[in-house]
């Protein structure tokens, strides 16, 4: 079998199984939110209400029904597209919550990957082309630190710091209340100011959004630091690369336009993944911040034991981690021909 046609078959394969993960991922969540205790009718109205009160929101919510039948009535508008309507959200749909919060983490998650990419493959780049230095050194304790780092904690420090001792940041929104927003046409407040002109309001969103970004790019970027380390050192010892250096090439130039374009290929696979879990799920970095982002809307609805928002928004996240598992695979496929399948 040629390599296309095993990448095109490898391809059907992967597409044809992401439902069955998608079903996995529904399922497993649909029955640890069942098995957890607490009530969501509490949640909502109290414990003190009385028991008739009760009962009358549970038949409302479908809540008295056996576990298998609400399975089922779930499934069934799953496959129809449908998420549901928040329990505690004022009868919003889903789909309306994820599109108002979703922007907000997409935001945070791109200016995060920017940061991590660009601290992680430089300081990469410089301690793998040095080794055995004191560069070589501190980059390696940059890469364990950040990497062992706990999120919750560093934001706490950071925004101590940054915040409220020096003041140089503001905390726990997104753009100052006493200014207006900018208009709403992709939700993303960088990208909004900009397609309406507005340079003002594109400098106060990135203001705002400097210090979580900047902290969550820091301690993803120890993960990029040690990646490109590694496969840097193990590519300047390929033999084309001591070829390279038989032929007077200078040494610059071999690492960047040699070495550096073989390295980078897992960091791929890697950024990928780790793009997508941020979509998924910056549950720590958002409550750290008092970000509005979706993760930390989920976070709220696990207090409030909100079923439908915390199984759509589950749900949403786990197809974004599977179509981005397929897109990088696919990319990997075509830029390293070494790949088969």
Known sequence: MSRSKALQYYIIVRVLLAPLMLLTVTTVVFLLLRATPGDPVDAIIGGRAPESAKEELRAKLGLNLPIWLQYLNYMGKLLQLDLGTSIGSRGQ?????????????????????????????????????????????????????????????????????????????????????????????TGLYTVDSLLTGNLNQFFTALYYLALPSITLGL??????????RVNLKQTMKADYVEAARARGIPERKILFSHALKNALIPVITVMGLTFASLLGGAILTEVTFSWPGLANKLYDAINARDYPLIQGVLVFFAAIVVVASIVIDIINAYIDPRIKY
């Open 93 to 185: 749909s889903v789909w309306e919550i994820i599109g108002q919060y979703f922007p907000a983490t997409v935001e945070l998650a791109v200016c995060s990957m920017a940061i991590a990419l660009i601290v992680g493959i430089g300081i990469g780049v410089i301690s793998a082309s040095r080794p055995g230095s004191y560069l070589d050194i501190g980059g390696r304790l940059f890469g364990i630190i950040t990497y062992s780092l706990p999120m919750f904690w560093a934001g706490m420090i950071l925004q101590l710091i940054f915040a409220v001792q020096l003041g140089w940041f503001p905390l726990g929104t997104r753009f100052p209340t006493t200014t207006p927003a900018p208009h709403g046409i």
């Open 219 to 228: 301690l993803l970027s120890g993960i990029f630091e040690r990646i490109v």
